[in-house]
Protein backbone atom coordinates (compact mmCIF):
# COMPACT_ATOMS: atom_id res chain seq x y z
CA UNK A 1 0.00 0.00 0.00
CA UNK A 2 1.18 3.22 -1.35
CA UNK A 3 0.56 6.81 0.87
CA UNK A 4 -2.89 7.94 0.72
CA UNK A 5 -2.87 10.57 -1.72
CA UNK A 6 -5.06 14.37 -1.49
CA UNK A 7 -7.34 13.29 -4.29
CA UNK A 8 -8.20 9.77 -2.84
CA UNK A 9 -9.36 12.03 0.33
CA UNK A 10 -11.09 14.46 -1.40
CA UNK A 11 -13.02 11.22 -3.31
CA UNK A 12 -14.12 10.15 0.13
CA UNK A 13 -15.84 13.14 1.13
CA UNK A 14 -18.14 12.71 -2.03
CA UNK A 15 -19.62 9.73 -0.71
CA UNK A 16 -21.46 11.07 2.17
CA UNK A 17 -22.28 9.47 5.50
CA UNK A 18 -25.66 8.38 7.14
CA UNK A 19 -26.89 7.30 10.65
CA UNK A 20 -26.45 4.05 11.62
CA UNK A 21 -29.54 2.47 13.97
CA UNK A 22 -28.36 -0.15 16.23
CA UNK A 23 -30.36 -2.37 18.22
CA UNK A 24 -28.44 -3.17 21.15
CA UNK A 25 -30.06 -6.34 23.22
CA UNK A 26 -32.65 -7.14 24.68
CA UNK A 27 -29.71 -10.70 24.91
CA UNK A 28 -26.49 -8.46 24.76
CA UNK A 29 -24.37 -10.02 27.84
CA UNK A 30 -23.14 -6.65 28.44
CA UNK A 31 -26.54 -5.35 29.23
CA UNK A 32 -27.07 -7.46 32.41
CA UNK A 33 -30.59 -9.18 31.54
CA UNK A 34 -33.03 -8.17 29.29
CA UNK A 35 -32.61 -4.48 28.27
CA UNK A 36 -32.85 -3.50 25.04
CA UNK A 37 -31.62 -0.30 24.02
CA UNK A 38 -31.86 1.23 19.73
CA UNK A 39 -28.79 3.30 19.38
CA UNK A 40 -28.73 6.35 16.56
CA UNK A 41 -25.42 6.19 15.64
CA UNK A 42 -23.50 8.80 13.93
CA UNK A 43 -19.56 7.00 13.36
CA UNK A 44 -18.64 6.42 16.44
CA UNK A 45 -20.97 8.94 18.34
CA UNK A 46 -24.65 8.12 19.77
CA UNK A 47 -26.72 10.82 18.48
CA UNK A 48 -29.75 9.00 20.22
CA UNK A 49 -30.61 6.15 21.92
CA UNK A 50 -33.90 4.79 23.34
CA UNK A 51 -34.41 2.12 25.86
CA UNK A 52 -36.70 -0.73 25.39
CA UNK A 53 -37.80 -2.60 28.99
CA UNK A 54 -40.29 -4.72 29.82
CA UNK A 55 -39.33 -8.45 28.39
CA UNK A 56 -39.45 -9.48 32.64
CA UNK A 57 -42.46 -7.96 33.33
CA UNK A 58 -44.41 -10.91 35.57
CA UNK A 59 -46.95 -8.18 37.64
CA UNK A 60 -45.64 -7.98 40.89
CA UNK A 61 -47.42 -5.18 41.92
CA UNK A 62 -51.17 -7.03 40.72
CA UNK A 63 -49.79 -10.55 42.26
CA UNK A 64 -49.47 -8.64 45.52
CA UNK A 65 -53.23 -7.41 45.51
CA UNK A 66 -54.10 -10.74 45.41
CA UNK A 67 -52.29 -12.38 48.03
CA UNK A 68 -51.96 -11.89 51.77
CA UNK A 69 -49.57 -10.36 53.25
CA UNK A 70 -47.61 -13.18 54.39
CA UNK A 71 -47.65 -14.63 50.96
CA UNK A 72 -46.77 -11.39 49.34
CA UNK A 73 -42.96 -12.34 50.62
CA UNK A 74 -41.80 -14.37 48.06
CA UNK A 75 -42.76 -11.90 45.37
CA UNK A 76 -39.85 -9.52 46.33
CA UNK A 77 -37.33 -12.34 46.03
CA UNK A 78 -37.85 -11.59 42.49
CA UNK A 79 -37.26 -8.14 42.24
CA UNK A 80 -33.25 -8.03 42.25
CA UNK A 81 -32.73 -11.21 42.15
CA UNK A 82 -28.91 -11.20 43.24
CA UNK A 83 -29.87 -8.82 46.79
CA UNK A 84 -33.23 -10.83 47.77
CA UNK A 85 -32.36 -10.18 51.19
CA UNK A 86 -32.42 -6.54 51.23
CA UNK A 87 -35.75 -6.78 49.43
CA UNK A 88 -37.60 -8.65 51.77
CA UNK A 89 -36.28 -6.70 54.53
CA UNK A 90 -37.53 -3.30 52.68
CA UNK A 91 -41.29 -4.68 52.18
CA UNK A 92 -41.07 -6.39 55.96
CA UNK A 93 -40.13 -2.92 57.30
CA UNK A 94 -42.99 -1.53 55.39
CA UNK A 95 -45.79 -3.51 55.91
CA UNK A 96 -44.66 -3.64 60.28
CA UNK A 97 -44.77 0.24 59.90
CA UNK A 98 -48.02 0.12 58.43
CA UNK A 99 -49.65 -2.10 61.12
CA UNK A 100 -47.38 -0.35 63.60
CA UNK A 101 -45.34 -3.83 64.81
CA UNK A 102 -41.80 -4.12 66.52
CA UNK A 103 -39.54 -6.36 65.71
CA UNK A 104 -37.14 -7.77 68.44
CA UNK A 105 -34.02 -6.58 68.95
CA UNK A 106 -32.17 -9.61 67.94
CA UNK A 107 -34.09 -9.87 64.97
CA UNK A 108 -33.67 -6.06 63.93
CA UNK A 109 -29.31 -6.62 64.30
CA UNK A 110 -30.21 -9.59 61.90
CA UNK A 111 -31.78 -8.18 59.40
CA UNK A 112 -29.42 -5.51 59.73
CA UNK A 113 -26.42 -8.20 58.83
CA UNK A 114 -28.15 -9.46 56.61
CA UNK A 115 -29.04 -6.62 54.17
CA UNK A 116 -25.49 -5.49 54.64
CA UNK A 117 -23.79 -9.28 53.55
CA UNK A 118 -26.56 -8.59 50.71
CA UNK A 119 -24.61 -5.47 49.71
CA UNK A 120 -21.41 -6.80 49.59
CA UNK A 121 -22.52 -9.64 47.77
CA UNK A 122 -24.32 -7.65 45.42
CA UNK A 123 -21.70 -5.13 45.07
CA UNK A 124 -18.92 -7.69 44.13
CA UNK A 125 -21.13 -9.04 41.77
CA UNK A 126 -21.68 -5.31 40.21
CA UNK A 127 -17.83 -4.92 40.07
CA UNK A 128 -16.81 -8.28 38.80
CA UNK A 129 -19.47 -7.66 35.59
CA UNK A 130 -18.82 -3.72 35.48
CA UNK A 131 -15.21 -4.67 35.13
CA UNK A 132 -15.79 -7.62 32.52
CA UNK A 133 -17.53 -5.54 30.31
CA UNK A 134 -15.33 -2.50 30.11
CA UNK A 135 -12.52 -5.43 29.49
CA UNK A 136 -10.61 -6.11 33.25
CA UNK A 137 -11.33 -9.41 33.41
CA UNK A 138 -9.36 -10.74 36.34
CA UNK A 139 -11.33 -8.83 38.95
CA UNK A 140 -14.19 -11.17 38.10
CA UNK A 141 -12.58 -14.09 39.28
CA UNK A 142 -11.71 -12.68 42.52
CA UNK A 143 -15.07 -10.96 43.21
CA UNK A 144 -16.97 -14.62 42.98
CA UNK A 145 -14.77 -15.96 45.57
CA UNK A 146 -15.87 -13.67 48.39
CA UNK A 147 -19.68 -13.98 46.84
CA UNK A 148 -19.49 -17.95 47.69
CA UNK A 149 -18.55 -17.62 51.30
CA UNK A 150 -21.83 -15.52 51.79
CA UNK A 151 -23.78 -17.18 49.51
CA UNK A 152 -22.89 -20.45 51.33
CA UNK A 153 -23.59 -18.21 55.11
CA UNK A 154 -27.43 -17.39 53.58
CA UNK A 155 -27.57 -21.34 52.63
CA UNK A 156 -26.56 -22.20 56.27
CA UNK A 157 -28.80 -19.67 57.66
CA UNK A 158 -32.04 -20.16 55.56
CA UNK A 159 -31.65 -22.97 53.34
CA UNK A 160 -31.70 -20.90 49.99
CA UNK A 161 -28.65 -19.42 48.21
CA UNK A 162 -30.25 -16.26 45.92
CA UNK A 163 -34.30 -16.33 46.50
CA UNK A 164 -33.54 -16.57 50.26
CA UNK A 165 -37.57 -15.11 52.06
CA UNK A 166 -35.92 -15.38 55.48
CA UNK A 167 -37.17 -11.81 57.30
CA UNK A 168 -40.60 -12.33 58.49
CA UNK A 169 -43.33 -9.97 59.26
CA UNK A 170 -42.04 -9.28 63.09
CA UNK A 171 -38.95 -10.68 63.00
CA UNK A 172 -36.81 -13.42 60.79
CA UNK A 173 -37.86 -16.96 60.29
CA UNK A 174 -35.30 -18.78 62.38
CA UNK A 175 -32.04 -17.62 64.85
CA UNK A 176 -28.75 -18.55 63.23
CA UNK A 177 -26.15 -20.42 65.06
CA UNK A 178 -22.69 -19.74 66.81
CA UNK A 179 -20.92 -21.26 64.57
CA UNK A 180 -22.31 -19.33 61.83
CA UNK A 181 -21.39 -16.18 63.65
CA UNK A 182 -18.08 -17.12 63.85
CA UNK A 183 -17.48 -17.69 60.41
CA UNK A 184 -19.24 -14.07 59.54
CA UNK A 185 -16.92 -12.64 61.83
CA UNK A 186 -13.89 -14.57 59.98
CA UNK A 187 -15.19 -13.11 57.29
CA UNK A 188 -15.48 -9.35 58.19
CA UNK A 189 -11.89 -9.33 59.44
CA UNK A 190 -10.26 -11.38 56.31
CA UNK A 191 -12.57 -8.69 53.63
CA UNK A 192 -11.07 -5.00 53.78
CA UNK A 193 -7.45 -6.99 52.96
CA UNK A 194 -9.62 -8.23 49.90
CA UNK A 195 -11.30 -5.23 48.63
CA UNK A 196 -7.86 -3.67 48.91
CA UNK A 197 -6.88 -6.57 46.39
CA UNK A 198 -9.45 -5.97 44.02
CA UNK A 199 -8.39 -2.13 44.20
CA UNK A 200 -5.01 -3.22 43.21
CA UNK A 201 -6.10 -4.47 39.78
CA UNK A 202 -7.88 -1.85 39.05
CA UNK A 203 -7.95 1.93 40.35
CA UNK A 204 -4.40 3.13 38.82
CA UNK A 205 -5.17 0.72 36.20
CA UNK A 206 -3.89 3.67 33.37
CA UNK A 207 -7.12 1.47 30.65
CA UNK A 208 -9.34 1.85 33.74
CA UNK A 209 -9.19 4.89 34.28
CA UNK A 210 -9.57 6.33 30.66
CA UNK A 211 -12.32 4.29 30.39
CA UNK A 212 -14.07 5.79 33.43
CA UNK A 213 -12.71 9.41 34.24
CA UNK A 214 -15.20 12.13 32.70
CA UNK A 215 -17.34 9.77 31.14
CA UNK A 216 -21.49 9.62 32.20
CA UNK A 217 -20.95 12.59 34.33
CA UNK A 218 -24.25 13.69 35.89
CA UNK A 219 -24.32 17.11 38.35
CA UNK A 220 -25.86 16.70 41.66
CA UNK A 221 -28.72 19.08 40.70
CA UNK A 222 -29.69 17.13 37.68
CA UNK A 223 -29.28 13.76 39.39
CA UNK A 224 -31.54 14.84 41.95
CA UNK A 225 -34.01 15.60 39.40
CA UNK A 226 -33.74 13.04 37.49
CA UNK A 227 -34.23 10.63 40.52
CA UNK A 228 -31.66 8.80 40.82
CA UNK A 229 -30.47 7.16 44.25
CA UNK A 230 -27.76 4.71 45.87
CA UNK A 231 -24.43 4.80 44.53
CA UNK A 232 -25.59 6.17 41.27
CA UNK A 233 -26.25 9.44 43.33
CA UNK A 234 -23.53 9.33 45.62
CA UNK A 235 -21.14 9.37 43.29
CA UNK A 236 -22.41 12.98 42.26
CA UNK A 237 -21.92 14.50 45.96
CA UNK A 238 -25.10 13.89 47.06
CA UNK A 239 -25.56 12.99 50.64
CA UNK A 240 -29.00 10.87 50.39
CA UNK A 241 -28.71 7.29 52.32
CA UNK A 242 -31.79 6.13 53.20
CA UNK A 243 -30.22 4.23 56.16
CA UNK A 244 -29.46 8.05 57.25
CA UNK A 245 -32.63 9.56 56.28
CA UNK A 246 -34.87 7.14 57.23
CA UNK A 247 -33.28 4.66 60.02
CA UNK A 248 -35.21 1.29 60.09
CA UNK A 249 -33.36 -1.94 61.55
CA UNK A 250 -30.30 -1.12 63.67
CA UNK A 251 -29.14 1.41 61.44
CA UNK A 252 -29.70 4.05 64.30
CA UNK A 253 -27.49 1.95 66.28
CA UNK A 254 -24.52 1.38 64.39
CA UNK A 255 -21.82 4.32 63.25
CA UNK A 256 -21.63 4.13 59.74
CA UNK A 257 -20.30 6.60 56.78
CA UNK A 258 -21.72 7.61 53.60
CA UNK A 259 -19.30 7.56 51.09
CA UNK A 260 -19.47 10.81 48.39
CA UNK A 261 -18.03 11.51 45.25
CA UNK A 262 -17.50 14.50 43.58
CA UNK A 263 -17.32 14.18 39.99
CA UNK A 264 -19.93 12.36 39.10
CA UNK A 265 -18.46 10.45 36.69
CA UNK A 266 -18.27 6.35 36.32
CA UNK A 267 -15.22 6.22 37.95
CA UNK A 268 -16.33 8.52 41.01
CA UNK A 269 -19.42 5.83 41.46
CA UNK A 270 -17.10 2.67 41.00
CA UNK A 271 -14.99 4.50 44.36
CA UNK A 272 -18.12 5.23 46.02
CA UNK A 273 -19.22 1.51 46.04
CA UNK A 274 -15.80 0.74 46.68
CA UNK A 275 -16.50 2.83 49.84
CA UNK A 276 -19.82 1.31 50.28
CA UNK A 277 -18.30 -2.25 50.43
CA UNK A 278 -15.63 -1.53 53.57
CA UNK A 279 -18.47 0.41 55.14
CA UNK A 280 -20.66 -2.96 55.07
CA UNK A 281 -18.04 -4.92 56.18
CA UNK A 282 -17.69 -2.25 59.44
CA UNK A 283 -21.62 -2.44 59.94
CA UNK A 284 -21.89 -6.37 59.91
CA UNK A 285 -18.43 -6.33 62.25
CA UNK A 286 -20.59 -4.15 64.95
CA UNK A 287 -23.88 -5.71 64.37
CA UNK A 288 -21.92 -9.20 65.41
CA UNK A 289 -20.39 -7.21 68.47
CA UNK A 290 -23.54 -5.92 70.07
CA UNK A 291 -26.48 -8.31 68.99
CA UNK A 292 -28.76 -8.83 71.98
CA UNK A 293 -29.59 -12.46 73.19
CA UNK A 294 -33.49 -12.68 72.68
CA UNK A 295 -36.43 -13.94 70.57
CA UNK A 296 -36.06 -13.07 66.63
CA UNK A 297 -39.96 -13.44 65.98
CA UNK A 298 -42.24 -10.35 67.32
CA UNK A 299 -44.76 -12.31 70.06
CA UNK A 300 -46.98 -9.15 69.87
CA UNK A 301 -47.98 -10.09 66.57
CA UNK A 302 -49.23 -12.99 66.17
CA UNK A 303 -51.90 -12.41 63.76
CA UNK A 304 -49.04 -12.18 60.75
CA UNK A 305 -46.60 -14.60 62.28
CA UNK A 306 -47.29 -18.60 61.52
CA UNK A 307 -47.57 -20.90 64.21
CA UNK A 308 -45.02 -23.49 65.31
CA UNK A 309 -45.01 -26.22 62.92
CA UNK A 310 -44.83 -28.74 65.87
CA UNK A 311 -48.30 -27.09 67.33
CA UNK A 312 -50.11 -27.70 64.13
CA UNK A 313 -50.67 -31.45 64.47
CA UNK A 314 -51.49 -30.93 67.97
CA UNK A 315 -53.66 -27.33 68.92
CA UNK A 316 -56.77 -27.06 67.26
CA UNK A 317 -56.49 -23.32 67.01
CA UNK A 318 -52.93 -23.27 65.63
CA UNK A 319 -54.12 -25.15 62.68
CA UNK A 320 -57.41 -22.89 61.95
CA UNK A 321 -55.09 -19.93 62.27
CA UNK A 322 -52.46 -21.53 59.71
CA UNK A 323 -55.44 -21.67 57.43
CA UNK A 324 -56.98 -18.31 58.14
CA UNK A 325 -53.20 -16.46 57.79
CA UNK A 326 -52.55 -18.34 54.61
CA UNK A 327 -56.11 -17.95 52.82
CA UNK A 328 -57.46 -14.77 53.99
CA UNK A 329 -54.84 -13.02 55.52
CA UNK A 330 -55.10 -10.67 58.95
CA UNK A 331 -57.97 -10.17 60.10
CA UNK A 332 -57.63 -7.18 61.72
CA UNK A 333 -55.61 -4.88 59.95
CA UNK A 334 -55.80 -0.90 60.18
CA UNK A 335 -56.78 0.53 56.86
CA UNK A 336 -54.45 3.14 55.88
CA UNK A 337 -51.05 3.72 53.71
CA UNK A 338 -47.15 3.82 54.58
CA UNK A 339 -44.75 4.66 52.13
CA UNK A 340 -41.54 3.30 53.31
CA UNK A 341 -38.15 2.43 51.68
CA UNK A 342 -35.05 0.95 52.54
CA UNK A 343 -31.55 1.31 50.71
CA UNK A 344 -30.88 -1.77 49.06
CA UNK A 345 -27.39 -2.00 46.79
CA UNK A 346 -29.16 -0.37 43.69
CA UNK A 347 -30.82 2.70 45.44
CA UNK A 348 -34.28 3.41 46.91
CA UNK A 349 -36.62 0.03 47.03
CA UNK A 350 -39.56 1.92 48.66
CA UNK A 351 -43.05 0.17 48.98
CA UNK A 352 -46.12 2.58 48.81
CA UNK A 353 -48.90 0.13 50.50
CA UNK A 354 -52.41 0.77 50.73
CA UNK A 355 -54.57 -0.94 53.50
CA UNK A 356 -58.29 -1.03 52.97
CA UNK A 357 -58.91 -3.22 56.10
CA UNK A 358 -58.64 -6.77 54.88
CA UNK A 359 -56.23 -8.86 54.76
CA UNK A 360 -54.43 -8.12 51.12
CA UNK A 361 -52.77 -4.85 50.58
CA UNK A 362 -54.90 -2.63 48.52
CA UNK A 363 -52.43 -1.60 46.53
CA UNK A 364 -49.08 -2.68 46.28
CA UNK A 365 -46.51 0.04 44.68
CA UNK A 366 -43.38 -1.52 43.97
CA UNK A 367 -40.72 1.73 43.63
CA UNK A 368 -37.53 0.35 41.99
CA UNK A 369 -34.61 2.07 41.88
CA UNK A 370 -33.50 0.38 38.39
CA UNK A 371 -36.36 1.43 37.06
CA UNK A 372 -35.43 5.01 37.35
CA UNK A 373 -31.47 4.12 36.33
CA UNK A 374 -32.20 2.67 32.99
CA UNK A 375 -34.70 5.92 32.64
CA UNK A 376 -31.46 7.95 32.96
CA UNK A 377 -29.52 5.73 30.09
CA UNK A 378 -30.12 8.63 26.98
CA UNK A 379 -28.92 11.52 29.20
CA UNK A 380 -25.91 9.47 30.29
CA UNK A 381 -24.94 8.61 26.57
CA UNK A 382 -26.35 10.73 24.03
CA UNK A 383 -23.13 12.82 22.86
CA UNK A 384 -21.08 10.03 23.68
CA UNK A 385 -19.11 7.00 22.01
CA UNK A 386 -20.59 3.53 21.43
CA UNK A 387 -17.67 1.79 23.91
CA UNK A 388 -19.18 4.18 26.60
CA UNK A 389 -22.59 2.87 26.53
CA UNK A 390 -21.31 -0.62 28.03
CA UNK A 391 -19.74 1.68 30.71
CA UNK A 392 -22.80 3.45 31.43
CA UNK A 393 -25.08 0.59 31.69
CA UNK A 394 -22.94 -0.93 34.07
CA UNK A 395 -22.39 2.20 36.41
CA UNK A 396 -25.46 2.66 36.90
CA UNK A 397 -25.83 -0.71 38.30
CA UNK A 398 -29.78 -2.13 37.49
CA UNK A 399 -31.24 -5.56 37.38
CA UNK A 400 -34.01 -5.86 35.02
CA UNK A 401 -36.20 -8.45 37.02
CA UNK A 402 -36.36 -5.27 39.57
CA UNK A 403 -36.61 -2.78 36.68
CA UNK A 404 -39.57 -4.47 35.14
CA UNK A 405 -40.99 -6.09 38.06
CA UNK B 1 -40.76 21.92 57.99
CA UNK B 2 -42.93 19.98 59.74
CA UNK B 3 -45.52 18.03 56.91
CA UNK B 4 -48.97 20.08 58.51
CA UNK B 5 -46.79 23.37 58.19
CA UNK B 6 -45.95 22.49 54.69
CA UNK B 7 -49.60 21.67 53.94
CA UNK B 8 -50.31 25.16 55.52
CA UNK B 9 -47.83 26.62 52.96
CA UNK B 10 -50.13 25.32 50.01
CA UNK B 11 -53.36 26.26 51.23
CA UNK B 12 -52.25 29.56 51.56
CA UNK B 13 -51.35 29.29 48.09
CA UNK B 14 -54.19 27.38 46.48
CA UNK B 15 -57.19 27.79 48.63
CA UNK B 16 -59.41 26.30 46.24
CA UNK B 17 -57.10 23.01 45.34
CA UNK B 18 -56.91 21.29 48.79
CA UNK B 19 -59.44 19.20 49.65
CA UNK B 20 -58.38 17.66 52.43
CA UNK B 21 -55.53 16.76 54.89
CA UNK B 22 -54.90 13.19 56.56
CA UNK B 23 -52.03 11.88 58.67
CA UNK B 24 -51.72 8.00 58.71
CA UNK B 25 -48.30 6.63 60.94
CA UNK B 26 -46.77 10.05 60.77
CA UNK B 27 -47.14 10.83 57.14
CA UNK B 28 -49.13 13.26 55.92
CA UNK B 29 -50.75 13.03 52.73
CA UNK B 30 -52.86 16.23 50.60
CA UNK B 31 -55.87 15.60 49.04
CA UNK B 32 -55.83 17.76 45.72
CA UNK B 33 -57.78 18.66 42.85
CA UNK B 34 -56.59 17.59 39.55
CA UNK B 35 -56.31 21.15 37.79
CA UNK B 36 -53.50 23.06 38.81
CA UNK B 37 -51.51 19.96 40.09
CA UNK B 38 -48.34 21.05 37.97
CA UNK B 39 -48.57 24.70 39.03
CA UNK B 40 -48.54 22.94 43.13
CA UNK B 41 -45.76 20.91 42.28
CA UNK B 42 -44.00 23.88 40.26
CA UNK B 43 -44.52 25.62 43.84
CA UNK B 44 -43.12 23.01 46.02
CA UNK B 45 -39.77 22.33 43.87
CA UNK B 46 -39.36 26.17 43.48
CA UNK B 47 -40.00 27.75 47.10
CA UNK B 48 -36.71 27.87 49.22
CA UNK B 49 -38.10 27.09 52.05
CA UNK B 50 -39.91 23.41 50.84
CA UNK B 51 -37.49 23.02 48.17
CA UNK B 52 -39.06 19.72 47.30
CA UNK B 53 -36.41 18.88 44.60
CA UNK B 54 -36.73 14.87 44.38
CA UNK B 55 -39.76 12.89 43.63
CA UNK B 56 -39.05 9.82 45.37
CA UNK B 57 -42.10 8.12 43.21
CA UNK B 58 -45.11 8.36 41.36
CA UNK B 59 -48.07 5.65 41.22
CA UNK B 60 -51.43 5.30 40.12
CA UNK B 61 -54.17 3.91 42.70
CA UNK B 62 -57.72 2.65 41.02
CA UNK B 63 -60.44 3.18 44.18
CA UNK B 64 -63.17 1.51 42.28
CA UNK B 65 -66.34 1.77 43.59
CA UNK B 66 -65.23 3.03 46.58
CA UNK B 67 -65.74 7.18 46.08
CA UNK B 68 -69.12 8.60 46.06
CA UNK B 69 -67.90 11.94 43.78
CA UNK B 70 -66.64 10.04 40.79
CA UNK B 71 -63.14 10.52 41.29
CA UNK B 72 -62.54 6.69 40.54
CA UNK B 73 -58.40 7.10 40.19
CA UNK B 74 -55.66 8.84 42.55
CA UNK B 75 -51.96 9.88 41.07
CA UNK B 76 -49.88 9.73 44.18
CA UNK B 77 -46.86 11.85 44.27
CA UNK B 78 -43.97 11.52 47.25
CA UNK B 79 -42.02 14.50 47.31
CA UNK B 80 -38.61 14.86 49.66
CA UNK B 81 -36.10 17.51 49.88
CA UNK B 82 -32.75 17.04 50.20
CA UNK B 83 -31.90 20.33 51.49
CA UNK B 84 -34.84 20.30 54.91
CA UNK B 85 -35.40 16.21 54.79
CA UNK B 86 -38.63 16.64 54.74
CA UNK B 87 -41.31 14.26 53.10
CA UNK B 88 -45.22 14.95 51.63
CA UNK B 89 -47.48 13.20 49.95
CA UNK B 90 -49.69 14.09 47.41
CA UNK B 91 -53.21 12.04 45.86
CA UNK B 92 -54.69 13.93 43.55
CA UNK B 93 -57.77 12.72 42.37
CA UNK B 94 -58.56 11.67 38.84
CA UNK B 95 -62.40 10.91 37.60
CA UNK B 96 -62.85 7.63 36.17
CA UNK B 97 -65.00 9.01 33.06
CA UNK B 98 -62.04 11.39 32.32
CA UNK B 99 -59.05 9.85 33.34
CA UNK B 100 -56.25 12.65 32.46
CA UNK B 101 -53.65 14.86 34.19
CA UNK B 102 -50.89 17.51 33.90
CA UNK B 103 -47.64 15.93 33.11
CA UNK B 104 -44.93 17.09 36.05
CA UNK B 105 -42.38 16.17 33.31
CA UNK B 106 -41.31 20.23 33.21
CA UNK B 107 -40.18 20.35 37.20
CA UNK B 108 -38.86 16.65 37.58
CA UNK B 109 -37.08 14.90 34.55
CA UNK B 110 -36.71 11.53 36.73
CA UNK B 111 -40.97 11.17 36.46
CA UNK B 112 -40.99 10.31 32.34
CA UNK B 113 -40.85 6.80 33.36
CA UNK B 114 -42.89 6.82 36.00
CA UNK B 115 -46.28 8.70 34.08
CA UNK B 116 -45.39 6.43 31.09
CA UNK B 117 -45.78 3.16 33.81
CA UNK B 118 -49.02 5.07 34.96
CA UNK B 119 -50.70 5.16 31.93
CA UNK B 120 -49.25 1.43 30.89
CA UNK B 121 -50.72 0.15 33.83
CA UNK B 122 -54.29 2.45 34.28
CA UNK B 123 -54.50 4.13 31.46
CA UNK B 124 -54.64 7.59 33.00
CA UNK B 125 -53.45 10.35 30.28
CA UNK B 126 -50.65 12.39 31.41
CA UNK B 127 -51.37 15.40 28.99
CA UNK B 128 -47.55 17.29 28.23
CA UNK B 129 -45.74 14.52 28.45
CA UNK B 130 -43.50 14.16 25.52
CA UNK B 131 -43.49 10.24 25.07
CA UNK B 132 -46.56 8.84 26.18
CA UNK B 133 -46.20 4.89 24.82
CA UNK B 134 -47.14 1.72 26.67
CA UNK B 135 -43.53 0.96 28.87
CA UNK B 136 -43.76 -2.43 30.70
CA UNK B 137 -46.31 -3.91 28.18
CA UNK B 138 -45.95 -5.09 24.73
CA UNK B 139 -48.08 -1.71 22.43
CA UNK B 140 -50.29 -4.21 21.38
CA UNK B 141 -51.45 -5.19 24.97
CA UNK B 142 -55.35 -4.65 25.32
CA UNK B 143 -56.47 -3.47 28.42
CA UNK B 144 -54.87 -1.61 31.24
CA UNK B 145 -53.89 -4.47 33.90
CA UNK B 146 -53.83 -2.45 37.57
CA UNK B 147 -57.33 -1.31 37.23
CA UNK B 148 -59.28 -3.52 39.58
CA UNK B 149 -62.13 -4.42 37.09
CA UNK B 150 -58.79 -6.64 34.85
CA UNK B 151 -59.36 -9.96 35.74
CA UNK B 152 -56.23 -11.67 37.57
CA UNK B 153 -57.09 -15.26 35.91
CA UNK B 154 -57.71 -16.09 32.50
CA UNK B 155 -59.27 -19.13 31.81
CA UNK B 156 -57.91 -22.62 32.72
CA UNK B 157 -56.14 -25.71 31.37
CA UNK B 158 -54.67 -26.11 27.75
CA UNK B 159 -57.43 -23.79 25.89
CA UNK B 160 -56.46 -21.05 23.86
CA UNK B 161 -56.28 -17.65 24.79
CA UNK B 162 -59.81 -16.19 23.18
CA UNK B 163 -59.07 -12.20 23.92
CA UNK B 164 -59.53 -10.02 26.40
CA UNK B 165 -63.85 -9.40 26.37
CA UNK B 166 -64.27 -13.58 27.04
CA UNK B 167 -62.04 -13.07 29.83
CA UNK B 168 -63.55 -10.56 31.15
CA UNK B 169 -67.34 -11.92 31.39
CA UNK B 170 -65.53 -15.30 32.74
CA UNK B 171 -64.29 -13.56 35.62
CA UNK B 172 -67.55 -11.89 35.95
CA UNK B 173 -69.23 -14.78 36.55
CA UNK B 174 -66.21 -16.39 38.75
CA UNK B 175 -66.48 -13.79 41.22
CA UNK B 176 -69.15 -15.72 43.28
CA UNK B 177 -66.84 -18.15 44.15
CA UNK B 178 -64.34 -15.54 45.67
CA UNK B 179 -63.85 -14.34 49.39
CA UNK B 180 -65.70 -11.47 50.07
CA UNK B 181 -63.83 -8.41 50.20
Keep these: MGEIEEKDIDQGKKLGTQELTLSMGPQHPATHGVLRLVLELDGETVTKCTPYVGYLHRGVEKLGENKTYFSALPLTDRLDYISSMSNNVAYVVAVERLFGIEAPERAKYLRTIMSEMTRISSHII ?126 DKVEFEVPLGSAGDVYDRYRVRMGELRQANRIIKQCIEQMPDGPVLAPDAPKFILPAKENLFKNMESLIHHFVLLTKGPLTAPAGEIYSAAEVPKGELGFYIVSDGTGKPYRMRVRAPSFIHASVLPRLCEGGLVADVIANIGTIDIVLGECDR | MEPLQITEKIKEAFPAEVLDVTEFRGQVSVHLKREKVLDICRFLHDTPELAMDYLMDLCGVDYLGKRDDGSRFEVVYHLYSMEHRHMLRLRVRVPGSDPKIASVMPVWKGVNWHERECFDMFGIVFEGHPDLRRILLPEDWEGHPLRKDYPVQGRSGDEEWRGFKEVLEISEKLKEFEWER
Excluded at chain 1, 126 to 133: E, K, N, S
Excluded at chain 1, 163 to 188: A, C, H, Q
Design chain 1, 126 to 251: WLGTHALDIGAMTVFLYSFREREWLLDLFEQACGARLTVSYPRIGGVRNDVSKEWLDSLYRFTQEFPARVDEYETLIDQNRIWLQRTKGIGVISAEEAINWGLTGGTLRGSGVNYDVRKAFPYDAY
